[in-house]
């Protein structure tokens, strides 16, 4: 079993040759989620009490949707890890296997973040000039709920999306409870796993966010790396699939 450092250098290993298609899927993904988000602020402007709701639904179902374009990031990160053939038309996967799947598989993580997120932009909004402590202090309690069921439900369900082109037949719960499985044991590895990037993203802040770009795609491979790790030492464990 490899560990974390060999997993990173065998995950970026993979990716020579291909770090110009990885970043133009990773800016495609970012433009698409910013673009949408502006344009929802700018027809739905969160002027009122019952926009702002209106606004967060809608925000919510694009959430949703972007479940799709992260399904089809996810085959494309399979694909190069398993030295398939690899095409920047692979993202469409999303859109084509089971795109109610990889919707409904971003459900608890669009609720964590809906709730991570909305209480604050709502007393920044409306309630900011009042200064009322008691609210502020509400929604931030509220808010760090949120953050921290999004970081325990990212790690336990960080698995669902390549469960998904691996076992396409299974319903979606099935696709959690496997994911929460394979990570028994191994959330706190993954976790460091995510973590020893994050110097790196730090560093790339001063420099215009542009090494980010490279940073991204060896951590999309390095977890892509950790998903094979997971699977071929559970059918080791136990003789059979999940």
């Known amino acids: 079993m490899r560990t974390l450092a060999e997993l990173k250098f065998f995950s970026q290993k993979k990716l020579t040759g291909r770090y110009g298609l990885t970043i133009g899927v990773t800016l495609t993904i970012f433009a698409?989620?910013?673009?949408?988000?502006?344009?929802?602020?700018?027809?739905?402007?969160?002027k009122s009490?019952?926009?702002?709701?209106?606004?967060?639904c809608v925000i919510f179902?694009?959430?949703?949707?972007?479940?799709?374009?992260?399904?089809g990031q996810?085959?494309?990160?399979?694909?190069?890890?398993?030295?398939?053939?690899?095409?920047?038309?692979?993202?469409?996967?999303?859109?084509?296997e089971h795109p109610e799947k990889a919707m409904m598989l971003q459900l608890p993580f669009a609720v964590s973040a809906t709730i991570a997120t909305a209480p604050l932009q709502l007393y920044q909004?409306?309630?900011?000039?009042?200064?009322?402590?008691?609210?502020?202090?509400w929604c931030m309690v509220i808010a760090m709920a949120g953050l921290i069921a999004q970081i325990v439900l990212s790690l336990v369900f960080s698995q669902v999306y390549y469960?998904?082109?691996?076992?396409?037949?299974?319903?979606?719960?099935?696709?959690?409870?496997?994911?929460?499985?394979?990570?028994?044991?191994?959330?706190?590895?993954?976790?460091?796993?995510?973590?020893s990037y994050i110097p790196w993203?730090?560093?790339?802040?001063?420099?215009?966010?542009i090494p980010a770009l490279f940073i991204m795609s060896q951590m999309?491979?390095?977890?892509?790396a950790f998903y094979q790790r997971l699977m071929s030492g559970h059918d080791r464990r136990t003789g059979s699939s999940l």
């Open 32 to 46: 698409c989620d910013l673009l949408l988000s502006v344009l929802v602020e700018y027809i739905v402007p969160p």
């Open 49 to 56: 009490i019952a926009l702002f709701v209106a606004y967060e």
């Open 61 to 71: 179902l694009l959430d949703l949707l972007l479940g799709m374009l992260l399904s």
């Open 74 to 96: 996810t085959y494309l990160y399979m694909n190069i890890l398993y030295d398939r053939q690899v095409a920047f038309s692979d993202l469409k996967q999303g859109f084509i």
């Open 125 to 137: 909004f409306f309630f900011y000039e009042s200064r009322n402590r008691d609210l502020l202090f």
């Open 163 to 195: 469960l998904l082109h691996d076992f396409p037949e299974r319903r979606v719960p099935e696709l959690f409870g496997a994911s929460a499985k394979l990570m028994r044991g191994h959330i706190g590895q993954y976790f460091l796993l995510l973590a």
């Open 201 to 209: 993203l730090l560093i790339s802040a001063m420099l215009f966010f």
């Open 220 to 224: 999309n491979a390095a977890q892509a």
